[in-house]
T-cell receptor
């Protein structure tokens, strides 16, 4: 299977750094996606990791470790507009479906 | 403007009355899919399509049908809606299976 686990909610202060974790149990996959979803809106793409390691894109970075079954999204210099749900997703080998985690709600406070 | 368009945005219907939610993309994407999103359960894939005339079940296909007669359109059909299909539905498209997905604005469906 491709069980994907994400912690449900966290609160952080504006300007801080927050790490959002995603663990998964799957025999293999092509890559791991991260999406951002504001309340009541559609998800939007943030990153796609194929290789192990850290990929940086502005204030957001995403890390993947296939051997540890683990990914995280790092949000730096938090802004109020970063208050959203963050979803990880994978497409396992031999499978054309895209499986999402339940998402991690981040609340940014002043 | 590149986009995925879903209609309607909001729909209230009665049990058993057939309905169709339309989805159209203008990016010539091959891969399209439908998801439902429920509190505490996250996004779950209903059906997906790898290309024209190629569709397959996702994780929660029961009670739904789809068709892909043209590349741009991927309608979701509920032949006999039931209250447990009350949910927020998203259509998405991507160039291929493992590429960035673009989502429609969502359809909030209530079945009474």
């Amino acid at each position: 299977g491709q069980n994907i686990d994400q912690p449900t909610e966290m609160t952080a202060t504006e300007g801080a750094i927050v790490q959002i974790n995603c663990t998964y149990q799957t025999s293999g996959f092509n890559g791991l996606f991260w999406y951002q979803q504001h309340a009541g809106e559609a998800p939007t793409f943030l990153s796609y990791n194929v290789l192990d390691g850290l990929e940086e894109k502005g204030r957001f970075s995403s890390f993947l470790s296939r051997s540890k079954g683990y990914s995280y999204l790092l949000l730096k210099e938090l802004q109020m507009k970063d208050s959203a749900s963050y979803l990880c997703a994978v497409t396992p080998y031999g499978n054309n479906r895209l499986a999402f985690g339940k998402g991690n709600q981040v609340v940014v406070i002043p | 403007e590149a986009q995925v368009t879903q209609n309607p945005r909001y729909l209230i219907t009665v049990t058993g009355k057939k309905l169709t939610v339309t989805c159209s993309q203008n990016m010539n994407h091959e891969y399209m899919s439908w998801y439902r999103q429920d509190p505490g359960l996250g996004l779950r894939q209903i059906y997906y399509s790898m290309n024209v005339e190629v569709t397959d079940k996702g994780d929660v296909p029961e009670g739904y049908k789809v068709s892909r007669k043209e590349k741009r359109n991927f309608p979701l059909i509920l032949e006999s809606p039931s209250p447990n299909q009350t949910s927020l539905y998203f259509c998405a498209s991507s160039l291929r299976k493992n590429t960035e997905a673009f989502f429609g604005q969502g359809t909030r469906l209530t079945v009474v």
